[in-house]
């Protein structure tokens, strides 16, 4: 079901063309007798003014009006049938009809605007040079209001050459013709019917006439015929030539859009390559910033692991250190219990001393006794004081020690205070040195995208752009078309007008003529089906 259907939107299209290229050619010939009218009226006013140059005026006019009728019968000849109204129509969509329509565009939008402009000075100046000769008409008109005698018979002279130029151009349509053809088969059969009745009449004394005339009808309407046929067969070779023509310039046409098509889809794969390359690349920064923060993450990871190894070191040497002073503290008081027994030994021993003194002294109890008292009491003064001092020394190298171990705990404090500060320092400025890294990073993040986003922005309004004066374009054409159709309608009803009332100038001559009423009525009948009255078809 598909190839049908394609086909049938071939046909379709190429007729759509086919009526496209016509329109071109009829607007082509119309343009051209519209010039050799003016230069036929040009010619007329200057006659008006000048009536010594009349007699080879009267020949160019004559010449413009053969001219005339020549290119109306190339425009008639080359008239295409209309193509009647398919049955099995198709119904494409408005963005298939958009699609056709930008395919059939030749050149670009200057190119056009270029030609668009050029036509409408060409035809402002042609309508101003008619202006100008028609104002130079209504002048002379005007300059003599009095025609002389000579005058009003060229004016009369020129108006029946005008007048016969129009019935030829007039006597060339098909349908006028077909109506002479009707109007001289009425005529042929009124006169045999009167023939028959006069060979009722008369038919033992005219049946030799009667041959004789019959065999001149005969004649006269196979010469009528061959002279029709060659008249439809030159009429069919150059509707044929036409015809060839337009179907070559539709083959053109066609290679043309194949070459635009051809064109259009490499342009767009170049397009999508580009896309792609952008894209890799796109991705290929990704990674490439992915991997940038891996590295800066490890780093960041890395010097973390050194502060706290550092921090450990300090750790484990402030431990050592306090382990250091433990030992030596504990030493000291071992040092000083040990001290301290020894006095305790020695205490006992001259406890025990001077107990042993103090028996000598009671089995004495002489003269020595209070001798002995004096020495053992100096001596244990003597020991008191020897004890007080060491005590006193013991104290004072207790108090040193206790200072010096105090002042190297706060040097101690001090300097792990400072190497904290030092460490704290370093890490702060690690933090920041990292942190605007990251933020410079950052930053050029922001601006890459925002330069992206600021180049699809440019991209998506180019398009827009372009949308809108495509849709400004197609409908500056559909107004055109729509311009056109309104004129070739308003055309061919004055061309119906004009039919029509030769239709009826030729019926009344007819009529005229004396022929019977009823070939006049049977002729009037055949001719509404060739000629149809404007104002009695519906819209």
């Not at 005219?206 to 004649?219: K, N, S």
């Not at 300090?314 to 040990?338: G, I, N, P, S, V």
């Amino acid at each position: 079901m598909e190839e049908p259907t394609k086909t049938k939107q071939e046909q379709r299209i190429l007729q759509i063309i086919t009526k496209d290229l016509i329109r071109t050619l009829r607007s082509g010939l119309e343009k051209s007798l519209l010039n050799f009218q003016v230069f036929m009226f040009s010619i007329a006013g200057e006659a008006m003014k000048d009536d010594t140059k009349w007699l080879w005026k009267t020949d160019a006019v004559v010449t413009c009006i053969i001219h005339t009728t020549l290119y109306t019968n190339f425009h008639n000849a080359c008239r295409v049938p209309r193509v009647e109204r398919v049955e099995d129509t198709i119904a494409l969509p408005s963005a298939g009809i958009r699609g056709i329509i930008s395919k059939s565009r030749i050149g670009v939008s200057e190119e056009r605007e270029a030609l668009k402009q050029a036509y409408l000075k060409e035809k402002e100046a042609k309508m101003v040079n008619i202006g100008f000769i028609k104002k130079g008409i209504d002048e002379a008109q005007r300059e003599k209001p009095e025609l002389t005698e000579v005058e009003q018979d060229a004016q009369k002279r020129s108006k029946r050459i005008k007048s016969r130029a129009y019935d030829l151009q007039m006597e060339e349509e098909q349908e006028i013709k077909s109506l002479n053809k009707l109007i001289l088969c009425a005529k042929t059969q009124a006169t045999w019917d009167e023939q028959l009745v006069e060979k009722k009449e008369i038919k033992g004394l005219m049946d030799e006439e009667e041959r004789r005339l019959d065999i001149m009808m005969e004649v006269e309407r196979r010469r009528g015929l061959a002279d029709m046929k060659m008249i439809e067969d030159l009429q069919k070779k150059q509707r044929m030539e036409g015809k060839d023509q337009i179907y070559g310039q539709i083959r053109e046409r066609m290679e043309e859009k194949l070459n635009d098509n051809m064109l259009k889809e490499l342009e767009k794969e170049q397009v999508h390559r580009d896309q792609e390359r952008m894209n890799r690349e796109y991705q290929e920064a990704m990674e490439n910033k992915r991997k940038e923060q891996q590295l800066l993450q490890e780093e960041i990871m890395r010097i973390n692991a050194d502060v706290m190894r550092a921090k450990e070191k300090r750790m484990e040497e402030e431990k050592l250190a306090t382990t250091r002073a433990m030992d030596y503290l504990k030493q000291k008081m071992e040092r000083e219990e040990e001290f301290e027994a020894e006095q305790e030994r020695i205490k006992k021993e001259k406890e025990k001393e001077i107990t042993r003194l103090r028996a000598l002294q009671e089995r004495a109890k002489d003269y020595k006794a209070e001798q002995d008292a004096i020495r053992a009491k100096r001596s244990q003064d003597i020991s008191d004081r020897k004890w007080r001092m060491q005590q006193k020394e013991l104290a004072e190298k207790k108090a040193r020690d206790e200072a010096n171990l105090k002042a190297a705990r706060l040097a101690q404090v001090k300097n792990k205070e400072y190497c904290m500060m030092l460490e704290a320092n370093r890490e702060k400025a690690d933090m920041e040195r990292v942190l605007k890294t990251q933020l410079e990073q950052i930053a050029k993040e922001k601006e890459v995208e925002k330069k992206y986003n600021e180049e699809a922005q440019r991209h998506a309004a180019s398009l827009r752009q372009q949308v809108r004066e495509q849709e400004q374009v197609a409908l500056q054409n559909r107004r055109e078309r729509l311009k056109e159709a309104d004129r070739m309608f308003e055309e061919e009803r004055q061309r119906n007008m004009r039919l029509l009332e030769v239709k009826e100038r030729k019926l009344q001559e007819l009529k005229a003529t004396g022929i019977p009423e009823k070939y006049c009525v049977q002729v009037e009948r055949k001719s509404r089906k060739i000629i149809t009255d404007p104002r009695t078809v519906k819209a």
